[in-house]
């Protein structure tokens, strides 16, 4: 059983954005259509351990949800002619010819982002509907606790069905009010399938995937908007890097010590037409344009000694004035410990730890460990890393943050050039 549920959870973190993208196109509901295909999660619980997992498990769970459907608005003996039209489709269509309609994901994507949601219901719920993301990784994503995560989305699709907001994708003069909601979801999803929050693998390149089909297609959707082209950018060249950031075994290699002949130079070659199409709409660089000049850098390099790391602080020094985070000043730190060496660095991430930025975050200690180690500060290195490992959700990077720490022997201190940012 145990396997099961391990596959039954791989299944829906590649379908399940399909998954509810089409039941909210169904239902024009996506709080509804989030519950039907949970509780068709759970259907397939029970009768895959019996039957097996069936050759198009999105398509079956798609199914069931929109049964379920049906059975709920008959029994609420509501919307007659509704139930009877799609009962009518359910019974003409073959399992083996579902096709989610291209852009279903997006349009759950602008529903969920719409003006009539809070900026953090926005992120919250696309996460959930679309990531396929827990409370629980969210929570850590957002640095908030996972009380208030759940209350966001129980709200949210409260929100938009006494909102009546239908599952569509808006008129293009309401695009702008809703793309950096847009813009700001879709980076998220990449992130965690970039870095996973938790859990046993390092990446979810299932999620990172989705992500960046999405700002592809808001690029086509949106050619004007140089941001747009700009996330698009930002994500090809961080996803250049995927077929490196793992050994054979799914541990972690970090950026210094990756075969840079693995990346993939056709993204990367992407990644600087996109941002080249960016810049030439003349309106200057914003956040995720940046934030695209900073990969770029690290694309481009032929090694870690190579790499302009004097542009890449002022790049983040820039991204700091623009859209100040505590993330940014702690890749600005490993920058300038790059660039001017550790002790420089070290003041920046006392100071962060002074203000209690991202308290209970791994990302703050494991930093400061790295840089102590190349202060030779041992044994305060070697505590840092620790209490890193205690407050990471990911196994793989739990057990890399441990053997960091027991490699700092009093015999051996081993310069790690603040690998852990990037």
């Not at 995720?288 to 850098?297: D, F, P």
């Not at 102590?372 to 196994?395: P, S």
Request: glycine share 8%.
């Amino acid at each position: 059983m145990a396997d099961l549920h391990a596959r039954v959870a791989a299944i829906w973190r590649i379908e399940g954005a399909r998954v509810v993208a089409t039941l909210a196109r169904v239902t024009g509901d996506v709080g509804l259509a989030e519950d039907l295909a949970q509780d068709a999660v759970i259907a397939a619980l029970e009768q895959w351990d019996a039957d097996g997992v069936p050759a198009n498990p999105g398509a079956w769970l798609t199914a069931v949800a929109k049964r379920r459907a049906i059975d709920a608005w008959r029994r609420r003996d509501r919307l007659e002619e509704r139930y009877r039209e799609l009962a009518r489709n359910l019974e003409e269509a073959r399992d083996d010819e579902w096709r989610p309609i291209g852009d279903d994901v997006l349009r759950l994507v602008f529903t969920a982002c719409h003006p009539v949601l809070s900026r953090e219901s926005q992120v919250a719920l696309t996460l959930r509907v679309v990531g396929g993301l827990t409370s629980v990784e969210i929570g850590r994503m957002l640095l908030s606790p996972v009380a208030t995560v759940q209350q966001r989305i129980t709200r949210a699709k409260r929100t938009l069905a006494e909102a009546h907001v239908p599952f569509e994708t808006p008129e293009p003069n309401e695009w702008p009010q809703r793309l950096s909601g847009v813009l700001g979801v879709v980076y998220l999803v990449f992130t965690e399938g970039y870095a996973a929050t938790a859990g046993d693998a390092w990446m979810r390149p299932d999620l990172a995937n989705e992500a960046l089909r999405l700002g592809r297609v808001l690029a086509g959707l949106l050619p004007r908007e140089p941001e747009v082209h700009a996330l698009v950018a930002l994500m090809e060249f961080q996803a250049s890097r995927f077929g490196a950031r793992t050994d054979a075994a799914g541990n972690p290699i970090l950026l210094a010590d990756q075969e840079r002949g693995r990346w993939d130079l056709a993204q990367i070659r992407r990644g600087s037409a996109s941002l080249a199409r960016a810049d030439a709409l003349g309106r200057g660089r914003g956040s995720y344009s940046l934030q695209a000049a900073i990969a770029q850098c690290h694309a481009l390099a032929s090694s870690v000694e190579s790499t302009d790391w004097d542009r890449i602080v002022l790049l983040y020094e820039a991204l700091g004035n623009l859209a100040p985070n505590p993330i940014v000043d702690l890749n600005r730190a490993v920058a300038v410990s790059m660039a001017t060496g550790p002790a420089s660095a070290l003041r920046i991430v006392d100071e962060l730890a002074a203000a209690g930025a991202l308290r209970g975050s791994h990302l703050l200690p494991s930093v400061r460990g790295e840089l102590l180690a190349r202060l030779g500060r041992r044994e305060e290195a070697r505590v840092e890393l620790i209490a890193a490992a205690e407050l990471t959700q990911n196994e793989r990077e739990k057990h890399a943050l441990i053997l960091k720490a027991e490699a700092l022997t009093p015999f051996e201190i081993q310069d790690r050039g603040g690998r852990t940012a990037h």
